[in-house]
């Protein structure tokens, strides 16, 4: 299978988690750059946080012509973050592959938790403050590892912010794309050359696999989504230990 076959496929595989889930995208993206491709971890991560910018941000679209962004507190959410990410950002290509590869390993491990307990929403009114602190948090993951983030940024909307899990995924996507905009503007010339020409396909793939993610999403039990999505997460989570403590 061509490296141009594979782009496509991954693509659209990351882009049905984000469709049908509202975020993890990345967490599959990352991977599948460095394993299926052949990126470095600092070329992958730099890599996906373009592809998360144009897949969140046409999710996004969807989402805020359904009214289900919480712009307010979004905007708080991203305007915390985005320092942050494009700080770490700066920071990645200086760290070896194996740490990279180890630290990804461990959110995976984190997001497929998280996918697993989502709940509703917890009882209390959101706070500016918990909002700042938990959107700083969130840009420098963004920025260091190259993910969305948006598979954290909803639990913590849910269970932190008490924001409804309908409004939670699109204001998600606001914050997802915000961090991942500035964490890929400050990479920029910082790592080797990236293959764009397999990036661009991966992309397109990502966009189209988003939309008919919302339609499986609307056809499929949530939890049967979050199985899959956690059981993939934690078998990449494996590989990539492997990759970094026993591969030399």
Known sequence: MTALVLALVAGAVVGLSLGSLGGGGSVLAVPALVYLLGFSPQQATTASLLI???????????HARAGAVRWRLGALFAAAGAGPAAAAGLLTHRVPGAVLTGAFAVVAVVAA????????????????????GVGAGLGALTGFLGVGGGFLAVPALVGVLAVPLSAAVGTGLLVTSVNAAAAFAARIGTVTAVNWALVGPFAATALLGAWDGRRLAARV?????????AAALLTVAALMVVDAVLIP
């Open 52 to 62: 998360v910018v144009a897949t969140s941000a046409t999710a996004l679209f969807a």
């Open 113 to 132: 938790v998280l996918v697993l307990r989502r709940r509703a929403p917890a009882a209390g009114a959101t706070r500016p403050a918990r909002a700042a």
């Open 221 to 229: 039990r949530p939890v049967v989504l979050q199985r899959v999505f």
